[in-house]
Nanobody, 117 residues
Framework: QVQVRESGGGLVQAGGSLRLSCTAA????????MGWYRQAPGKQRELVAR???????NYSDSVKGRFTISRDNPKNTLYLQMNSLKPEDTAVYYC???????????WGQGTLVTVSS
């Protein structure tokens, strides 16, 4: 199974910025669809942003214009640049890797983002 690991979470004031990173071991990264999800207390996990192999991205309406997802294939790393953070962005953020080659669907352990008002 592929292992993915998130980093970069923390405490930030409203209006601030954070950048999350996700690394994936192995050579499957460049052939995978990568996504960021989040789960706030008492809520279901939801998609934040996703980037496919060709670089096409999509975002949830709640983060569009504030968050940017990107990938660096040679470094096997996925990023989520989060700007203009709001208290409602507070959640555990998870990285997800999906690859049809090999049938992989891997999740990281999550990284906590807390936005104070």
């Amino acid at each position: 199974q592929v292992q993915v690991r998130e980093s970069g979470g923390g405490l930030v004031q409203a209006g601030g910025s954070l950048r999350l990173s996700c690394t994936a071991a192995g050579s499957i990264f460049s052939r995978a669809t990568m996504g960021w999800y989040r789960q706030a207390p008492g809520k279901q996990r939801e998609l934040v942003a996703r980037i496919i192999i060709g670089g096409i991205t999509n975002y949830s309406d709640s983060v569009k214009g504030r968050f940017t997802i990107s990938r660096d294939n040679p470094k096997n790393t996925l990023y989520l640049q989060m700007n203009s953070l709001k208290p409602e962005d507070t959640a555990v953020y998870y990285c997800n890797l999906v690859a049809t080659v090999g049938g992989f669907n891997a999740w990281g352990q999550g990284t906590l983002v807390t936005v104070s008002s």
